[in-house]
């Protein structure tokens, strides 16, 4: 048994997280499910990768932590209702990506599922959505629309209760280093404090408060009219997201007059292509994630589809996205800065007959793109554009 020291496997693990549920009284039926790397009990399932990638990282005590807190979450009696009497208490509303829920409903429809709960979301902004759970003793819970129904109250309603509960559980706490912020509660809500803007007033900043939060456990902050510590701020934000489990994305915020907004800066900015970079980083780790899981699901269900790669590009410091649109075949196009329009007909190297920007292929052959409604978003398309309209968006691109 390797229990709390050297690094189990992903079955280990799994048998380590089902004995604990069977040990601390939870329900029986949970089974794990080794191609998804979760555990299912009829309708409810718990994903095991972020945890088991936290559990790795930690040690001793902090692994204990986290694996009593992930399995009192899956013996809790999820399936029974909970009154808004009992809710309220622990009611909390939290931020989150808006990846994790398009992500999950992908999963549902791998595994055929016609129906899942239908969580309690609001988008604020390019990436990130708030959300609403039930942070009882011992689990915490997401709340979904059929929640509110039984409770007979508005969205708006439960947003402001939970929100009431954040600020109640929140004093300024932050730690200062070479004019970056950052918040030092650790307690899963660190990321959600967003949500407060009164919380920086009382910083030192110069100019909005510029906000990133790699994970849930950390949130940083510099001000807007302080670039070099922006750019500290981004690098410590990528440092995170690719070395600390679970992470979110590095995409900077600003506060403006109370209110989210994704943050930019103008192309004379001393930090633009920081910023640049940071931004497209998003889009990387989920189109990734998301091409993934699309070709498991028409891999499933005998669906000749090809799924387009979102690929990060730099030149002269500036960070770029492409994405290929190829003669023929029918893809699912991811949205990219710039869309290479290749005929694999061709001898290999002369096969990309044109290159334009987003904007311009928008513009010239729109009606060749359905959009699918996906998050992030993808477009299908089938049919290419005619040698005309090529030259067209390669023109108006070229004369940008």
Same mark, same amino acid.
């Given at each position: ?25 939870? !329900?029986?039926?949970?089974?794990? #499910?080794?191609?998804?790397?979760? *555990?299912?009990?009829?309708? @409810? ?13 930690? $040690? ?55 129906? =899942? ?13 708030? %959300? ?6 011992? =689990?915490?819970? +997401?709340? @979904? ?32 280093? /070479? ?6 509660? @650790? ?21 909005? &408060?510029? *906000?990133? *939060? &790699? @994970? ?12 070099? %510590?922006?750019?500290? #701020? ?13 992470? =979110? ?21 001393? *930090?633009?292509?920081?910023?640049? !970079? ?21 891999? !499933? /269900? ?9 690929? +990060? ?13 190829? $003669? ?34 928008? %513009?010239?052959?729109?009606? +060749?793109?359905?959009?699918?409604? #996906?998050? &992030? ?15 067209? #968006?390669?023109?108006?691109? %070229?004369?940008?």
């Amino acid at each position: 048994m390797f229990g709390f020291f050297g690094k189990p496997s992903k079955k280990e693990f799994a048998n380590l997280v089902l004995a604990q549920i069977k040990a601390t009284g939870g !329900k029986d039926g949970w089974v794990f #499910m080794e191609d998804a790397f979760e *555990i299912r009990r009829g309708t @409810n399932r718990g994903f095991l990768g972020n945890t088991y990638a936290a559990y790795c990282q930690a $040690k001793g005590e902090m692994r204990a932590k986290i694996l009593s807190n992930y399995v009192s979450a899956m013996a809790a009696d999820l399936d029974s209702e909970i009154s808004l009497d009992d809710a309220r208490p622990n009611l909390v509303t939290v931020v989150r990506e808006r990846v994790l829920f398009a992500f999950t409903s992908l999963l549902w429809q791998l595994e055929d599922s016609e129906k =899942h709960p239908t969580q309690q979301t609001e988008t604020i902004s390019a990436w990130f959505t708030k %959300a609403l759970v039930i942070d009882a003793p011992g =689990h915490m819970q +997401l709340v @979904n629309e059929e929640h509110l129904q039984g409770w007979h109250i508005t969205s708006d309603e439960a947003f402001a209760m939970g929100l009431e509960r954040l600020r109640d559980c929140t004093v300024s706490k932050f730690s200062e280093e /070479n004019g970056v912020y950052r918040g030092t509660w @650790n307690d899963d809500y660190d990321s959600s404090r967003i949500l407060l803007p009164r919380l920086f007033d009382d910083l030192p900043l110069k100019g909005c &408060p510029v *906000i990133t *939060i &790699p @994970n849930r456990l950390t949130l940083l902050v510099a001000g807007s009219d302080d670039p070099e %510590a922006i750019r500290r #701020m981004l690098v410590k934000a990528e440092e995170i997201v690719r070395t600390i489990a679970r992470p =979110h994305n590095p995409a900077p915020l600003v506060i403006r007059n109370g209110k989210i907004e994704d943050f930019t800066v103008e192309p004379s900015s001393p *930090i633009f292509h920081d910023v640049q !970079k940071a931004v497209r980083m998003a889009p990387l780790i989920y189109y990734q994630e998301q091409k993934t899981s699309l070709e498991k699901l028409y891999e !499933k /269900n005998g669906k000749d589809l090809f799924v387009a790669s979102y690929t +990060l590009t730099q030149k002269d410091g500036a960070y770029g996205s492409v994405a290929v649109w190829t $003669k023929g075949v029918p893809t699912l196009l991811p949205v990219a800065d710039e869309i290479v329009f290749v005929d694999s007909a061709l001898p290999k190297g002369s096969n990309a007959v044109a290159v334009a920007k987003w904007d311009d292929v928008v %513009a010239c052959v729109g009606d +060749l793109l359905l959009d699918t409604k #996906m998050f &992030p978003a993808r477009y299908y398309v089938s049919k290419f554009p005619t040698e005309e309209q090529l030259r067209l #968006m390669a023109s108006k691109s %070229a004369g940008r």
